[in-house]
Nanobody, 126 residues
Framework: QVQLVESGGGWVQAGGSLRRSCAAS????????MGWLRQAPGKERVVGAA????????RYTDSVKGRFSISRNNAEDTVYLQMNSLKPEDTAVYYC???????????????????WGQGTQVTVSS
């Protein structure tokens, strides 16, 4: 079993930055595809950023490209989400997630993940 514990996030003004962390425990995720998903009020949960097990390949949804960056420290079993130039429309609950798929895959669908963090509200004020 995997436990994903998230930290970071909170409130920020538009144009600001936040960094989220997600640490895995119980079972290593250092070779698993991982991602950050978000769910805005009244909307479906979507994958914002995804990483292969090595972190060499990443993918972003169009709305965050050039502003968000997913990275990972596999030695510490931790994945990060750096969010820059935040906009009010980035306001959502953010979740980190891990997949049991092969390590070279990118998981871009919300149903492709097997383990989830607790989720944390990120609010961007205008």
């Amino acid at each position: 079993q995997v436990q994903l514990v998230e930290s970071g996030g909170g409130w920020v003004q538009a144009g600001g930055s936040l960094r989220r962390s997600c640490a895995a425990s119980g079972r290593t995720c250092s070779s698993n595809p991982m991602g950050w998903l978000r769910q805005a009020p009244g909307k479906e949960r979507v994958v914002g950023a995804a990483s292969t097990g090595s972190g060499r390949s990443t993918r972003y949804t169009d709305s965050v490209k050039g502003r968000f960056s997913i990275s990972r420290n596999n030695a510490e079993d931790t994945v990060y989400l750096q969010m820059n130039s935040l906009k009010p429309e980035d306001t959502a609950v953010y979740y980190c997630a891990a997949s049991l798929a092969d390590r070279w895959l990118l998981r871009v669908g919300r149903d492709e993940y097997d383990y989830w963090g607790q989720g944390t509200q990120v609010t961007v004020s205008s």
